[in-house]
Nanobody, 117 residues
Framework: QVQLVESGGGLVQAGGSLRLSCAAS????????MGWYRQAPGKQRELVAA???????NYADSVKGRFTIFRDNVKNTVYLQMNTLKPEDTAVYYC???????????WGQGTQVTVSS
């Protein structure tokens, strides 16, 4: 029903910025909550940021003040603006979305973010 396509990952030096994008495509769907998770090798996947359709947001303590999640409901796209990146932000970042009427969430393929000193 819904496919999520991510872009914007890459290699950046500490202190730099990246913007991740996640575009939802398909037919006959309405996106509810959307968010970004990340997972480093050997570590548990963690929620980075989430945003409801009305714009309410939640952030992990580790990224507050540095990351901003926002969405464009016309384009069915969610973004993660990452500023002042740190090496500990290095992980695979996954986009997720809840769809009205669906019993399961949707996930993107993941995009690698690597921050070097």
């Amino acid at each position: 029903q819904v496919q999520l396509v991510e872009s914007g990952g890459g290699l950046v030096q500490a202190g730099g910025s990246l913007r991740l994008s996640c575009a939802a495509s398909g037919s006959g769907f309405r996106l509810n909550d959307m968010g970004w998770y990340r997972q480093a090798p050997g570590k548990q996947r963690e929620l980075v940021a989430a945003i409801a359709r009305d714009g309410r947001t939640n952030y992990a303590d580790s990224v507050k003040g540095r990351f901003t999640i926002f969405r464009d409901n016309v384009k069915n796209t969610v973004y993660l603006q990452m500023n002042t990146l740190k090496p500990e932000d290095t992980a695979v970042y996954y986009c997720t979305a809840q769809v009205r009427g669906s019993v399961s969430d949707y996930w993107g393929q993941g995009t690698q973010v690597t921050v070097s000193s």
